[in-house]
């Protein structure tokens, strides 16, 4: 088993991370790092950052950056020992699968969680059921499995123009196309208490990561596709206009849970 498993959380609700995180017997053995975050409310990249500049990278491990709403439902570390130091992972993300002879292409999400409102009501899975090691094209930020040595020999840094969202996807894709990393599911049980409407910030930092990765696409949680349609061109330009809304119609009315 892997000697060590650091769970970095930004808190600012230190009855819910007592519960999941220090209270937790799926955590034990497992190394906290919380952020107190309840008095300057500092953007997460900004303190994921300042975690991995005071790392001690002699003393090597696989370092979990984890919302603190999100509850571990096994072992955190009997996972952790079977991972691949080369390789990202995350228990929720977004790939594109084709469907209909190829001629439309569809999101789909990897990796099943359960989600639920704040105060645990509303519980539904989300996602689907996804094996071990599976790729993936991008990560919720919810829970990022990063090992230590991955992080010193990349020099890489979480993007501090992200705040609150989409910073998982811009690991995995900075992963993917400067590191050739690939992003891979870690079905690990797990229960996300963050059930809530998408706020319109979100909106504005998919617009950023298009910008960013022009020259490129990937699949996303909650905004279909970061970057430009280089690689979905006949869906884009061709289907887009005609075929796309009726089929994001038929699924917002009939699978309102995988979103």
């Not at 696989?62 to 130091?85: C, G, M, N």
């Not at 999400?109 to 071990?132: E, W, Y």
């Not at 990937?218 to 887009?240: D, E, F, N, R």
Request: proline letters at 7%; a neutral charge; charged letters at 20%.
């Amino acid at each position: 088993m892997s000697s060590r498993t650091v769970v970095v959380s930004v808190v600012n609700d230190f009855q819910m991370y007592d519960r999941f995180f220090r209270n937790s017997p799926n955590l034990a053995g497992c190394e906290m790092f919380p952020f107190d975050n309840r008095a300057l409310n500092e953007t997460i990249p900004v303190l994921y950052n300042r975690f991995i500049d005071s790392f001690d990278y002699t003393n090597p491990g696989w370092i979990v950056f984890v919302h603190q709403d999100f509850e571990f439902l096994e072992s955190l570390r009997e996972w952790t020992a079977r991972l691949d130091p080369g390789i990202i992972y995350g228990p929720h993300g977004a790939r594109t699968q084709r469907r209909f002879f190829g001629l439309y292409y569809q999101w789909r999400l990897s990796g099943l969680i359960i989600m639920a409102n704040r105060d645990g009501s509303n519980q539904f899975a989300m996602g689907h059921p996804t094996p071990f090691g599976e790729l993936t094209e991008t990560f919720d930020c919810c829970c990022l499995f990063v090992h230590s040595d991955w992080l010193r020999r990349t020099g890489y840094r979480f993007d501090e123009n992200l705040s609150f969202d989409l910073y998982g996807e811009d690991l995995s894709i900075a992963a993917r196309e400067y590191h050739q990393t690939p992003s891979c599911i870690v079905p690990i049980p797990s229960r996300h208490y963050a059930y809530h409407p998408v706020p319109p910030r979100y909106r504005e930092q998919w617009r950023y990561l298009c910008q960013k990765y022009k020259h490129c696409c990937y699949t996303a949680t909650c905004s279909h596709y970061i970057g430009t349609p280089s690689k979905l061109l006949y869906y884009q330009v061709c289907l887009k206009q005609r075929v796309r809304p009726l089929f994001d119609w038929f699924n917002n009315a009939f699978f309102p849970h995988n979103r």
